[in-house]
């Protein structure tokens, strides 16, 4: 299973295998990592999933549907260049080794 | 101390989720009618049902999380009594929980029709999905969000579908007509008939080979009335979620609380309103309770449509529309007065998220 890696605001990191289909978002969820909210359950309805991916990453990440970029205008935590909703993000064997940070806050 | 939970749907698996992320180390126990493990219903009428996605998709949480967690969870066995003086639940098979607290997550149960088939369960989506591999001429009665969702997924797989709602407009308790007429249009232009204000006719249900009721919830209160616990429509609770029993929290669709948002008494059927009530109880039994003030909202994906509602709209006498409906993309702000009660977006997210903000500011605003 490819391999996800959360890092938290304080630097803590959480290893995770995730179900190949699955979401970066459900990868968190299922496996407790803390600060992905995911209010909406990932229907891109609630923006409380946003990760920003690591600034060294160079794995290929899907083009960003206009109702992600909207939510994204309207995060808790600021928007930067390497924003995502992390339930937009599914995971494949291409993404195996992706790392997100994950923000100080969602709501 | 130990907790028990009855309900395992989305509301009641939080309430134990919740627990264990604010530090408590008691026993939990989830108990459950149904035989799976929690899962997420809004799916059931979406994704789940269009077989996008099978059981594993929908559950809150993996199999493994709960004894991961040290969280029992009893299923198949429902809860047959509230013993309030021996603080026990009593389960159908005998076996007795006892409880320091207890959590009534019992949520609610669809109105049904003769004939009719429901969606609620995920054994009443697998029967709908099965049925949606053949050929189907269907009948949806009521024009609510279960039933328009129904309908969605039925005429993009393909089936003949028509709506029959009593009432002069669909989505009547949810939101304003003009966002209602939108979605009745969008499902006319992809050939699904509706007709409103309409008295269900012999021929048009002669017609019907699939037939389904979507035409509400009546709360499940039955323990708790058993119990001698106050109800009222729901189980009545106060602004920490406490039933007239200090030791007895209700939760979720089966809970009756007061809404400032609402300015009355109501029950709520949303995901929102179930997570949010399971954390605000979950602190209550940590010991630092807080009144349940979260902003409601909602949101239901039909065709290409994403509809999210923030507050609560009813009783609204005045509207403002930003965007043109024409354009698919819109949001109605509604008020009382100058008072705004919330917002109805139709694809417009940023509008959404922005005045759930502002809702919840004001909330805090007025409770502070």
Known sequence: MPKITYTQPD?????????????????AVLNGVPGIVAQCGGGASCGTCHVYV????TKPLPEM??????????????????????????????????????????? | ???????????????????????????????????????????????????????????????????????????????????????????????ALRYSHLVLATGARPRTLPGALTLRTVADAEVLRERLHRPARALVIGAGFVGLEFAAVARTKGHEVTVVEALPRALARSVSPIVADHV?????????????????????????DLVVAGIGVVPNVALAEDAGLTVDDGVVVDAHLRTDDPFIYAIGDC????????????????????????????????????????????????????????????????????????????????????????VECVNKPAAFVQTRRRLAERQEFSVA
């Open chain 1, 11 to 27: 630097g803590v990191q959480s290893v995770v295998d995730v179900n190949e289909g699955d979401s970066v978002m459900r990868g």
């Open chain 1, 54 to 57: 690591d600034e060294n990453n």
């Open chain 1, 65 to 107: 549907h206009p109702v992600e970029d909207e939510l994204l205008h309207c995060t808790s935590s600021p928007r930067q260049d390497n924003s995502r909703l992390s339930c937009q993000l599914p995971v494949s064997a291409e993404l195996d080794g992706l790392v997100v940070h994950v923000p100080e806050t969602q709501i």
């Open chain 2, 1 to 95: 101390m130990s907790v028990v939970v009855i309900g395992a749907g989305q509301a009641g698996c939080q309430a134990a989720v919740s627990l264990r992320e604010q530090g408590y180390r008691g026993p939990v126990t989830i108990v459950g009618d149904e035989n799976v493990p929690p899962y997420q219903r809004p799916p059931l009428t979406k994704a789940y049902l269009a077989g996008d996605v099978d059981l594993d998709g929908v559950l809150v949480r993996p199999e493994s999380f709960y004894a991961a967690h040290g969280i029992d969870l009893v299923l198949g066995d429902p809860a047959a009594a509230i013993a309030r003086e021996d603080r026990e639940v009593v389960l159908r098979s005998g076996l």
């Open chain 2, 184 to 208: 009745v249009a969008r499902h006319q232009e992809r050939g699904v008939r509706v007709l409103l204000g309409a008295e269900l006719s012999a021929p048009e249900r002669g017609n019907a």
């Open chain 2, 255 to 342: 809970a009756s609380f007061s809404s400032a948002f609402a300015g009355a008494r109501i029950r709520l059927e949303s995901v929102q309103n179930a997570m949010d009530q399971a954390a605000c109880v979950a602190a209550g039994i940590m010991g630092s309770a807080e009144p349940y003030t979260a902003v409601p909202w909602f949101w239901s994906d039909q065709y290409d449509m994403k509809l999210q509602i923030a507050g609560i709209t009813r009783g609204h006498d005045r509207t403002e529309v930003d965007g043109d409906p024409s354009s698919g993309r819109f949001a109605v702000y509604c008020y009382r007065g100058d008072r705004l009660l919330g």
